[in-house]
Nanobody, 122 residues
């Protein structure tokens, strides 16, 4: 499956942004989707993901602010980001995995998008 992330940009602290990830080349509904991010000088970290029965998981720092969703008819997964903070600045990557578990481990993901830059100014 090929993944194409989009929707990043520059936003002021407290603002909102929605990033999207369009999938092609395979049956989108067969995959569990997740979002990761990587800030300069940091390792890639888990942000949000779907697991069994469409259960969603979030890293603690984004709980209550970010929402992952998907539209299987459009082969697209979204990450709605509200109340953005400067520390949310990073390149955001979408990823797809076949397993319903291990949602927070990047090694569990089989396919990755190219990333989209999100910059939050203070």
């Amino acid at each position: 499956v090929q993944l194409q992330a989009s929707g990043g940009g520059l936003v002021q602290a407290g603002g909102s942004l929605r990033v999207s990830c369009a999938a092609s080349g395979s049956t989108f509904s067969n995959y569990y989707m997740g979002w990761f991010r990587q800030a300069p000088g940091n390792e890639r970290e888990f942000v949000a993901a779907f697991s069994w029965h469409s259960t969603t998981y979030y890293t603690d720092s984004v709980k209550g602010r970010f929402t992952i969703s998907r539209d299987n008819a459009k082969n697209t997964v979204y990450l709605q980001m509200n109340s953005l903070k400067p520390e949310d600045t990073a390149v955001y990557y979408c990823a797809a995995r076949s397993s319903g578990t291990a949602w927070q481990h990047s090694q569990a993901y089989d396919y990755w998008g190219q990333g989209t830059q999100v910059t939050v100014s203070s």
